[in-house]
């Protein structure tokens, strides 16, 4: 661990013990305005976040062990729009729309598979896996048909290590520059060089919001999760880092400081992790659907997607290092069995969340000190729809400015 981390992870933890030691907010810390109902229910509101913020937004879309060699490629919807990912012969990672630029029919129809190219199935128009036109069936009956015109319409992709991230705004700031000083932190896992272990899927009946906020925060773990993290983890010594563009990490201490995961014991690590990271909770979140809380023996990677106003669907993943699919380690299957059941008590309650947010007796949300990623969160939100843009009964007052570190 190099001296920055080395004197961030220190600072860290004495940030961990003035949290334990405080009687209430530190100085200066702001009210936090109600979060307003209706940004859960509304569907004006819903629509400009959909148009304004999803949809250019950077958003994880799957792995390079999904397309592991030249040719190789699948096809996420996860964005609202079918965008396939794949390698071309030359190695490098793209995105396309799934739009034959025909008459807009599909290029696949499938999940995943295997390509040299691609040809329509309605007219049989055909391209390279660089999304060149190259040829059109019946070329006689067109009027100076330009084929450079007719490419593939590309989708921003960018890597981060072995995560594939895209964005279907063209003109968005590189990811890397975009995740700012999260970047750094981030080398310290190797990214580059983890494998895909596992990745299903949870169809939730309750707007995607519900379950982000629930993801952001640890306010909840002595209520839901006695019997599993509530047993080894202090969130009254949590501390939390508010970065620019709405990203956040979250750093919860172990209760004692010599526990160690039984459940990971004799895995391969990741050498290059430091101590916070190794012997703490620490939680990433990308804006503004991607959460990573990493260890250094495997990193579950959370995505939260809308589906329709009242549902959403939360995709989770395992990346970690030396892992072989054909002999996998012995303990992942307990280990994947474990977060699961974490994760089904996170979302026991989402369903009747949302009946309650569509009900009379639903106003808005008081936020405390320790829900202050959730502010955030909706305080970013507002930023990219335009704070002039927000219906004024839906908008969240912006305070946390002194409280975001650059």
Not at 223 to 230: G, K, L, P
Request: glycine share 8%; charged share 25%; aromatic share 10%.
């Amino acid at each position: 661990m190099d001296a920055i981390h080395h004197d961030r992870a220190r600072d860290d933890y004495q940030r961990m013990d003035d949290e334990r030691a405080r009687k209430g907010p530190p100085e200066g810390f702001p009210r936090l305005p109600d979060i307003p109902g209706r940004r859960y229910v509304d569907p004006e509101f819903l629509t400009l976040e959909k148009d304004r913020m999803w949809k250019r937004a950077w958003l994880y879309a799957g792995h390079t062990d999904q397309v592991a060699t030249p040719g190789r490629w699948f096809l996420t919807r996860n964005t609202g729009a079918p965008v396939i990912v794949l390698r071309d012969l030359k190695g490098e990672v793209r995105a396309f729309y799934n739009t034959c630029q025909h008459r807009g029919a599909p290029l696949v129809t499938g999940d995943a598979g295997e390509a040299r190219g691609f040809v329509c199935g309605y007219h049989g128009w055909s391209y390279t896996l660089e999304g060149k036109l190259t040829a059109v069936r019946d070329k006689r009956d067109f009027v100076e048909l330009d084929f450079a015109c007719r490419s593939l319409v590309p989708v921003r992709c960018e890597m981060l290590g072995s995560l594939i991230f895209i964005n279907e705004d063209p003109d968005a700031q590189p990811l890397i520059d975009h995740i700012g000083p999260m970047a750094r932190e981030l080398d310290q896992f190797q990214l580059d060089r983890l494998r895909l272990v596992d990745s299903r899927s949870y169809e939730v009946g309750c707007n995607v919001k519900v379950l982000l906020d629930a993801f952001l925060e640890v306010y909840h773990i002595k209520s839901i999760h006695q019997s599993t993290v509530d047993r080894f983890l202090d969130h009254r010594g949590m501390i939390v880092t508010l970065w620019p563009n709405g990203h956040s990490r979250m750093c919860t201490p172990n209760s004692r400081p010599d526990w160690k995961d039984p459940g990971t014991i004799g895995m391969p690590r990741i050498d290059t992790v430091g101590d916070l990271a190794a012997n703490n909770n620490v939680s990433y979140h990308i804006y503004p659907n991607f959460v990573m809380p990493p260890s250094d023996s495997g990193i579950p990677i959370l995505q939260f997607w809308p589906t329709g106003p009242r549902s959403c669907r939360v995709v989770s993943s395992w990346i970690a290092p030396d892992h072989d699919p054909e002999q996998p380690h012995p303990l992942w299957e307990t280990r994947i069995r474990n977060w699961e059941r974490i994760l089904y008590e996170d979302l026991q309650y989402a369903p009747q969340i949302q009946d309650s947010l569509e009900s009379g007796g639903f106003r808005g949300i008081p936020l405390n000190y320790q829900e202050r990623r959730i502010y955030h969160w909706h305080e970013e939100l507002d930023r990219r729809i335009g704070l002039n843009q927000v219906p004024p009964e839906a908008r969240v007052e912006q305070v946390l400015g002194d409280w975001v570190t650059r």
